[in-house]
């Protein structure tokens, strides 16, 4: 019984990590910076900046706020505390660790690989970094 518990616990703890990320079907990396940067003017009010605001004003363009450790080519950064909305963060920061044999497609890239880490070195004309293959 103790046994069972650690492991639903430790699963639960890790379902928890993760950063958050932005997604919405057929959309791409303009698309988000596009509406998230007048999500994020809307949120700035005159007195304050509103989360709040910011999330639902994404929302009813269509995105979906999401928690994982891998974020695909579709899922974007925005800002998450107060200082973020002064200086946003880069949509494709914060990618994480990409476990080997994962597979990194990031289309209208030529810089960019869609390699496995394995696959991925200077005899094959790229290297690994920040979680990707570059040549």
């Known amino acids: 019984m103790t046994r069972t518990l650690a492991t639903v616990m430790i699963g639960l703890f890790l ?22 940067g007048q999500c994020i003017q809307e949120a700035k009010t005159k007195y304050e900046v509103s989360e709040r605001i910011y999330r639902r004003c994404m929302r009813a363009q269509g995105w ?6 891998y974020p695909s080519d579709r899922q974007f950064r925005g800002p998450e505390d107060e200082d973020e909305f002064f200086s946003p963060p880069n949509p494709l920061s914060e990618r994480g660790f990409t476990p080997p044999g994962a597979t990194v497609d990031v289309p209208n890239d030529p810089n960019v690989l869609p390699y496995t880490q394995r696959e991925c070195g200077p005899a094959r004309g790229g290297r690994w970094v920040d979680g990707r293959c570059r040549r």
Request: with cysteine; net charge negative; proline share 4%.
């Open 64 to 69: 979906e706020r999401i928690q994982t450790n």
């Open 15 to 36: 379902a928890g990590c993760g950063m958050h990320y932005w997604e919405a079907p057929r959309r791409g990396v303009g698309e988000f910076q596009t509406d998230s």
